[in-house]
Structures are given as C-alpha cells and as structure tokens.
C-alpha cells in the first residue's frame, strides 16, 4: 500500500514535469520568426550576446564557479570534520581498534570461625583459542577428538562470542591432566590451542552446611537487567557480565561483594576483522577475600549428625513420614550461629559448571521435599509449646495468671464452654497444676486459661500477642542470609484481613483462637531460628543479639580480621522487658522443671551432661500429619551460652525426638556423649 | 662604439631572441604550465598515498602503480604529439568505437572477471587488464563534443537540443546496461556539461532536470515492486545500490556493509586531524577496517595520513588543474577543442566530487577511482590520456595555417 503511494505520487511529479517541459519548450521551439512584412529575413528570438566570444565568456564564468563550489563544500566538509569534530573521530578510531578483554578473579574462600576451609577453590585446566581457530577445521577436528567431544560442540564452543569476541573462547573446561599433557606435548599440532588454569567452586566437607553456604551459578538475565536499571551509583559496586559466576543463594549470595574478586582487564589490539593482533596494557585480577563463618566445624556437624539422628529415632517410632528438620545453634552472648542444618539437603558442588535443568526441577520439587529450602530461617512451623514460656510471662505480666493461681486439669478443658471443650495433650489429666508445673508438665488448660483470660480481659485483650512480638516473633531477626521468612502473630486484625472472603462471623477472633496460640498451635507460624532467639532472650534476661553467620572478612595477607561482624563482632537486636525477675525465675524454673524432673525418661539423657540444661519440648498438630516436634533448649543454666532449638517435620513428640537432636548438638559442645540408653520415650509434649 | 652602446645591443638582441623562441612555440607555448605541474604534484602525491598504502595492503603495488604512470605518461605525450582536430568530423565512428569499448568486456576471449565484478578485460597474450570504461568516458566527451560542436555555440531549436541529449543516451544506457552506474553517471554528467556549453539554453536544461529528477524518483520509488515481480536482478536499480542510497540518507540506518564502509570512512577521515597520523600510521586504513582504502575510498586513506593540510593540498591541486584546463579551453578557438576541454573538466568535477564526498558522507557510494590517486592503470592511463588531450589542445591553440 505504502509502496504503491509513493509510485502514484512519483509518476505525478514525473508526469508534471513533462507537462511542464513540453509547454516551457514550445514557447522556444521555433527558432526564428518571421516577419511578414519585411520578409523571412531571420532575426535573433532574444537579446541574448550573439557573437561566440559573448556567450561563452558567461558559460565559462558559470563553469569557473561550479569548481569553485564544489571545492568549496568539500572543504568546508573537511573542515567541519578534520578540525572540529576531530576528537570524536579520533575515540571512535581508537574504540576501532582496541578492546578490553576481562579475566576472571578467584572467588574467596568461606571459613569456619576457626580457619576451617568449608569452601575452597580448585583449579581446573579449560582447553581454549581464539576465535579465529574455527578456520582450521583439521586441528578443530584433531582436538575435538582428543578432547572427546563432537566436532560440531568444539566448532561452537569456538566461535561462541558470550565471553567476548576478543577473549580466549572455552573449548572445554576441567579437562583431565593427562588431556592436557597431550595437548601440550603436541603443541606444534595444535598451534593456538591455549591452556587456561581457573578455579572452581569445592566443597571439602560435601554437603555439611550447604544451606548456609549456598551455591555459584552463572549470572542470571534477571540479575544483569536488575544491575542495569540500577544504574553506576557506587563506583564500587561489581559489574557483572554474561557468563559471570556469581553467588546465587546462602553466604555467596549475601556476601558476594566480598567474594567475588575484581576482574583483571587485558586491553588487546584487533584488527577489522577482530583478531588479536597484540597486547597492550593488563591489570591483573584481584582475588575475592575469604571470608569467616560464625560456624564451627564441630557443632556444625553434631547439628547435621543429631537432626540426622533425631529423625532415625523417630522413623523408628513409627513416624515413617520424617525426614524433614532443622537444627539451629546459637552463642546467646553475641548472637553468632555456631551450627545451622536443615534436612533434606542438597551437594552444592551440582552447581560447578552449571546444574543440568533436571537436577534442578528435582531440587526444587515437593517430592523430594524441597531441599533448597533453608527450614531453619525459611520453615514456618506452629511453634508448639515450646512457646509457652512467654504465654506464662505474659500472664503473669498483665495480672491473667498470678504464680499462685492453680487449674485443675482432668484432660478435658470445658472453660470457653461445654460445647467448644479442649483436650489436654495428656487425655488422662494433670490433676491440679499450677504456671511452673504447667510449664514443666505442658500441660494445656493452664495456657488455655490464659488465653481465654486475655481474651476477655478489657484492659490487655492482645496482650499475650504483644508479648511474643516483644521477644521478636512476627518479624525477621535480621539474619544475614537471603529470604529469611518473618513468621506470624495472629490477631483480630490479621484474622479479619486474611479470611476477607469469609462472612464477617466466622473471621471474627474469638476465645478458641487465643486459646490455640497460648499453646503455640493455631495460626501462629515461627522459624526456628526465632524460637532460638526467643530462647536466647530468655537465657540472657530479655536481650536478644541479632544471630549472624558472618564473623569477618579474612586481611588480604591472610592474617587477621580486615572487618568484623558489624565492626565489634555482634549487634543487639532487641531487649524484652522484663516485668520481674521473679517471673522470669518462675519459667526458668519450669524449664529447668521439663528437664530434670518431669521425665526421667528425658531426665537420664541430660543428667550426664557437666552443664545445667534448661529448655522446652513441643509437639505440634496439623491436620491430615503427623506431629511436629519441637525442642528449645540452652545451656550453661547458670551463665548461658549456647542456645539449641530444633524441629522435626512430622518427627512425633519434642520430648522424645528433637531432644535427642539437642542433646547430641550439646553432647558435642561439652564432649560428652549420650549415653543414656534410655529410650522410654518420653510422653512430654 | 662605445662599450655602453655595445652592451645595449647586446641585451636587445637578447630579448629579441628570447621573445621570438617564445613565440615560435618553444616549451612554454606547447605545454601548459599549469596543467602541467598540477598533473606531476597530483600523481607523485597519488604514488605517496598509494605507497604508504602498500606498507600494510598487499594489493597495493607501488611498482604496478608505477608502471600505471608511466604508461600513462607515455600515451600523454603522443597524444600531446598529435592534433586532434579531425576528430571532430567522425562523430558516427566515434559513438560505434564507444559503444564497442562499452561492451568488450562481454567479448569472449578478452572478457576477464575480478572479484565478481564485470567490467574488465584482458588482452591476451601479454596479460594485462584494462577496465574500458575508463577510455569510453574521453571518446564520450569526443563524441558529444563533436554533435555539439556542429552548432557553432548556439543551439536554437528544442529539436536540436533533444537530439543530444538523445544522442548523450546511447553510451549512458550502454554503461548502465554493462552495470556500472558510477562510470554512467560520469559520462551523463561530462555529456551535460558539453551540451550545455554548446548553447543550450538555461530554460531547457532546467526542465530536463527536472524531468531526470521525476523520472528517478519514479524508478527508485518502482524498484521494490520491480524486484517483487521480477527478482532483483532484473531491476534498474540493484539491491546494493538501493543500500547505499539508504545509507547515505541514513548513515546509522542499517548494519549492512554499505553503513560500515561508510562509517569507517568518516572515522578515517575525521581521525586524520589538521596534520594527519603520517606515513604508516592509518590505523583506519591499515589495520583493514576501510575496505578499498587504496582504490575507492583512497581519500579517506590521505586524509587520514596527511590530515586537512594533506586533504587541501590535493583539493588545491585539483583545482589548479582544472582551472588552467578551462584556460585552456577559454585560449583555444576551435569550438570543438573547446568542448573537449569542458567535457574533461566535467569529468573531473564529477569523478572527484563524487568519490571525495563519498568518503566523507556528502554524496552516495559508488565505485568511482579519484584521478590520479587511486590505485588501478586503466584510470591513470586514461586519465594522463585526458591530460595528453588538453595538452594537446594548447598546442593548437592558434588556428593551424
């Protein structure tokens, strides 16, 4: 349509033009007139020069001008371009010919707090050439042979442009040392084959920690276009290129800036057809730093191993369905994350090289149970009784539950009426039970006459939520790790928000639900990671440090600390006040109580240990599973410094299972073992 | 006598002498001086430029660009030797000798093809190439100059007028037809400027203008339509031809190759500065990213080595030539000398306008050699041959007797 417009307007134009020429060339299409009464005697039709000379002194003088035109514009040309615009030109021809080739740094290496290498780097041989190689298809063929790979995959590995035209293009990476040799021993038959050493990602320990220290996976599309529209604010920020490996998940993601090294650039210069043609300046590349874990080795592993064997304790309960769990240890005095474990795991050396999209979809599939999932900052679980230690605090803060007031427990608590009747954990009844022996026995209707006090009290009716989110439940502990989730503190206005398409009667809060979250089970959701510090806070009079995984970044030499965990080694993240301290004595008391005295069956596992423990079992109940038992626990009882909690997806009862975990992880700290071996499994939820 | 009184007779025959050896013809009056020194600077300049381009491009041979020169100089000088006057009454074998040169690259056993172009032919038995074109263009000026001639410096009716330019036609279609666009353009334009000095009147060509404008705007706008219902090969206008005029429209339009050379041809031009990056040094040019940087675009390989001064030098020389050549024309009194000498100078204004405002982004590419400059024998033969013409034209300058 455009098309035939443009042939319609330019055959107007033409058609106008010959109209117009035609009429314009008649008015001198005769070349004499002839006068009629003097006779055909021929005279000039204008009064133009006649003679020769005349005419054509104009024609030449018009000539003498059209040179002197055109000179003219091609040097006004010249000059607009030689002399004025030089400059221009002139970095357009040095962009010509050189370019700027980038070599890769060495990430650092992640330590343990004790120097430990937990991540390491290996050197791996990567057969590469110029791109210009591809013109010789005998030696590519000779190579393709020798390296074992087809033709058509060396062609193209060859001629692949991603790394940059003018950087040594990767034939094939870690290739084997006898390979190499024989490239090498050969070397006038393979004339432009290049030899680069690299580094890659190892992991001495295989999968210990694994979802703390995350996994290296080449830039993602989404992450260069992010770092684009970001813009160059900070001269110091990492550029990345396609194909660069960067930090994707754990520590290597959170602490990328300080592993990933800085680039070295080797400036080349090419000719048209973009072949090397020599070499200017280079900067060399700088090495990430090393960086250093809280971690340590030791309860690292006793987290892996005890949550490992907590679970086989369960499986053979009858609990076939555990396997999911995590582990978490904390120093209560500073906040450093001595061991982090979440089952199942995953080997993040299947990251090296790029992860094939099968083992990826298997990694990120529920069959397999997730196992990138961080459960021990990303699982969200009921927290069980395990809470009940603040639901006592605040019912003795707010006046709901004095020290001295008692419920007697017979199994089947009736107190928001017959009708809406809860049952005891223990269905035979606790008998008269007050706060201590409630929270030393579990035992529900004392919690579910807290929650229901707090329901109908005028004056504090959300008071018991209060009290969780003083102590940090609801909100992210501020951990240095990637998508750490905040859990959940129900009440009136999250229920009315969340069942906003129910009728406005059934999202109203009412007594049941408070009775539910006084024993931690309902819609309150914490990570254990949060208990941790809940549990912290309680080992340490109300102050929670903010739990870190990094301790510091190594010197360049090596030697010493270049930086420290936000400079002095820890942060505090909150102080709960503390109403007295005599209630918080009475708690510690119940907890003490859980331990030592509730059970001996539980009792003899801790009696061994040359520490006082302190801590509390929980049992969580959803639906259609099977329970999941929770254990939070910290010892020394008398100057607290390492605080344990661990849950086990679907594991049975906290007394009987997580405990193991716990005790193993503190078995590994004091050096003493368990050996009790007492499997009474203890009924203490 | 005296001493003084000798000595005086002395000097006067002595001017004497002098003023009659000029006036019998002596050098000064069979050479034209100006010509002359600004076609010695312009190839000395030309074997520098192309000698520093044989520093990194193989192609360019400076011994084989030598061997051009003197080629050329030698048929100059017969040419210079002989009157072309009679050449004036054979316009009928002119225009066959024309058209023949034209279409003798399609001859079978002097056809000879380079890097897929046509156009060349090689005379058998010593092996040398030649691109005819290059004569067809003077023998075109002959042919014009000898129609336009006939009107004795006025043409006065239309019918004459159109004649002409018919006339003009046969050797511009032939050359489009054999596929060289830029040497037809030169022709048409060297054609031009002959009929227009014999007398056509301004009005006229004007309205031819104007009707060539149509007229090509017609084609360029059909060419698509064309190319849709017949193939590309079948059209006027050739794909590459449509590109470069794009490309000249639009320099960043399009990455086809057309937009590179042009590119790179700005960057080499624009690069060189006031005192260019000297002898060896064009990196533009050296370092292969200007295609045909001793041929075609060999401006911009100049500018880049001598910078502005290189380039005004060259510009300066051109201009000495060609003016001296339209004195030339001016001190000659046969008419049709007189348009010979004007058809060459419009030969040069076209071919040098065109291939310099090529590379830098004023005109359209096309593959037209600078005089002089570029590399290649078949344009410094003929070229040295249009200046042994205009020599020549001075040396008859005065009515033989």
């Known amino acids: 349509m455009d098309a035939q417009l443009i042939v319609l307007i330019a055959g107007l134009v033409l058609l106008a033009a010959i109209v117009g020429s035609l009429i314009f060339l008649r008015g001198y299409s005769g070349k004499y007139t002839y006068d009629t009464k003097d006779g055909t005697r021929p005279r000039a039709s204008e009064g133009e020069g006649n003679t020769l000379g005349v005419t054509f002194k104009g024609r030449f003088r018009l000539l003498t001008l059209g040179i002197g035109a055109m000179l003219s514009a091609l040097v006004a040309r010249l000059w607009s371009m030689q002399m004025v615009s030089s400059d221009y030109y002139e970095s357009l021809s040095t962009q010509n010919q050189t370019r700027t080739v980038m070599t890769s740094a060495p990430r650092g290496r992640i330590l343990d707090r004790n120097g430990v290498a937990l991540v390491t780097n290996r050197p791996s041989l990567a057969v590469t050439a110029y791109r210009d190689l591809a013109d010789d298809t005998v030696l590519v063929r000779h190579l393709s042979n020798v390296l074992g790979i087809p033709y058509v995959a060396a062609l193209r590995n060859i001629q692949d442009n991603t790394e940059g035209a003018q950087a040594r293009h990767t034939i094939a990476s870690d290739v084997r040392r006898s390979t190499i040799a024989y490239v090498q021993e050969h070397a006038a038959d393979f004339a432009g084959v290049l030899v680069d050493e690299r580094t890659e990602r190892q992991y001495p320990y295989g999968t210990l920690a694994a979802h703390v220290l995350g996994y290296t996976g080449t830039v993602t599309q989404e992450q260069l276009q992010a770092q684009e529209e970001a813009g160059d604010d900070d001269p110091n920020r990492i550029t990345y290129s396609s194909g660069d490996v960067v930090g994707q998940a754990g520590v290597e993601y959170e602490y990328e800036s300080l592993l990933q090294g800085i680039k070295g650039e080797q400036v080349v210069t090419v000719d048209a057809t973009g072949n090397v043609t020599g070499q200017n300046s280079s900067v060399e590349p700088r090495a990430g730093s090393d960086i250093r874990l809280t971690l340590d080795l030791t309860i690292q592993k006793a987290c892996e191993d005890g949550l490992a064997h907590a679970i086989e304790i369960a499986k053979n309960s009858g609990y076939e369905n555990a396997g999911a769990g995590a582990c978490v240890c904390l120093d209560c005095t500073n906040g450093d994350i001595l061991g982090m474990a979440s089952l199942p795991t995953f080997d993040p050396s299947v990251f090296v090289g790029g992860v094939s999209s099968e083992v990826w979809s298997e990694l990120n599939s529920e069959e397999s149970g997730t196992p990138l999932l961080n459960r021990a900052i990303n699982g969200q679980y009921m927290s069980a009784s395990t809470i009940k230690v603040l639901s006592a605090l605040a019912g003795l803060e707010y006046g709901i539950y004095s020290s001295s007031r008692t419920t007697v427990c017979t199994g089947f608590w009736t107190g928001n009426g017959e009708a809406n009747g809860k049952k005891c954990w223990l269905e035979t009844g606790h008998g008269t039970m007050n706060l201590r022996s409630g929270i030393a026995n579990s035992c529900d209707p004392v919690f579910y006459d807290i929650g229901r006090d707090f329901f109908y009290n005028d004056a504090n009716p959300e008071g018991l939520q209060e009290m969780f989110r003083r102590w940090g439940l609801g909100s992210v502990t501020g951990v240095d790790l990637p998508s750490e989730a905040e859990g959940r503190v129900p009440d009136a206005a999250w229920k009315e928000s969340y069942f906003s398409d129910w009728p406005a009667d059934q999202r109203a809060w009412n007594a049941g639900d408070m009775t539910n979250i006084a024993i931690g089970q309902g819609d309150i959701l914490v990570t254990p990671l949060q208990m941790a510090c809940v549990y912290a806070g309680v080992a340490m009079g109300g102050v929670e440090y903010t739990p870190h995984i990094f301790y510091s970044a190594v010197g360049r030499d090596g030697e010493g600390d270049a930086y420290r965990y936000n400079g002095t080694g820890s942060k505090e993240r909150l102080t709960a006040h503390i109403n007295s301290e005599e209630d918080l004595a009475l708690v510690r008391g119940g907890i003490h109580d859980v331990i030592y005295t509730t059970d001996t069956s539980l009792a003899s596992h801790f009696t061994n240990l040359p520490v006082e423990v302190y801590g509390k079992s929980g049992t969580g109940e959803r639906t259609d599973e099977d329970e999941y038992a929770w254990f939070c626990a910290y010892a020394p009882a008398d100057d607290p410094k390492y605080v344990v909690a661990a849950v086990l997806e679907q594991g049975g009862g906290g007394s009987a299972t997580a405990s193991r975990c716990i005790r193993d992880v503190l078995g590994a700290i004091y050096q003493t073992p368990d050996t009790s071996s007492d499997s009474g499994n203890s009924a203490v939820r | ?401």
């Open chain 2, 1 to 401: 006598m005296s001493q003084a009184s000798q000595s005086r007779t002395k000097n006067t025959l002595n001017r004497v002498n002098r003023s009659r050896s000029a006036a019998q013809g002596g050098w000064r009056s069979s050479v034209h001086m100006g010509v002359l020194a600004a076609w010695v600077c312009l190839m000395a300049f030309g074997a520098l430029v192309v000698w520093s381009a044989s520093l990194t491009i193989a192609d360019a041979s400076i011994s084989r660009h030598l061997l051009g020169i003197g080629l050329g100089v030698a048929c100059a000088i017969v040419i210079w030797r002989s009157d072309l006057r009679e050449l004036a009454n054979i316009s009928t074998a002119l225009l066959v000798i024309d058209i023949v040169c034209i279409f003798l690259p399609y001859v079978p056993g002097l056809s000879y093809n380079a890097k897929g172009m046509t156009g060349w032919i090689r005379f058998p038995l010593i092996g040398l190439t030649f691109q005819p074109v290059e004569i067809v263009k003077l023998i075109t000026v002959f042919f014009m100059s000898s129609l336009g001639a006939q009107y004795n410096g006025r043409i006065d009716t239309v019918r004459d007028y159109l004649k002409l330019c018919g006339m003009l036609a046969i050797p511009f279609v032939c050359i489009i037809i054999q596929g060289d666009l830029g040497s037809s353009l030169v022709v048409f334009f060297a054609g031009a400027v002959v009929i227009m000095m014999s007398g056509a009147r301004k009005e006229w060509v004007l309205s031819t203008i104007a009707v060539i404008i149509g007229l090509v705007s017609l084609i360029l706008a059909t060419d698509s339509i064309i190319d849709g219902m017949l193939g590309d090969s079948a059209s006027l206008i050739k794909q590459y031809q449509m590109n470069r005029l794009l490309v000249f429209m639009d320099p960043t339009s399009s990455d086809s190759d057309e937009a590179y050379n042009l590119l790179q041809s700005l960057i080499a031009v624009g690069s060189g500065g006031f005192f260019g990056k000297g002898i060896g040094n064009a990196t533009q040019s050296g370092s292969g990213f200007l295609p045909e940087a001793h041929t075609d675009f060999v401006f911009a390989l100049l500018s880049e080595t001598f910078g502005f001064a290189g380039a005004l030098l060259l510009l300066v020389l051109f201009g000495i030539l060609m003016l001296s050549t339209v004195r030339v024309a001016i001190k000659s009194d046969n008419l049709f000398l007189r348009l010979v000498c004007v058809g060459i100078v419009g030969m040069w204004m076209f071919q040098i306008f065109e291939n310099i405002g090529m590379c830098i982004g004023l005109m359209p590419i096309t593959g037209i050699p600078l005089p002089f400059i570029s590399f290649g024998s078949s344009s410094m033969i003929a070229q040295c041959c249009a200046i042994g013409i205009v020599q020549s034209i001075w040396r008859c300058r005065t009515k033989s007797a």
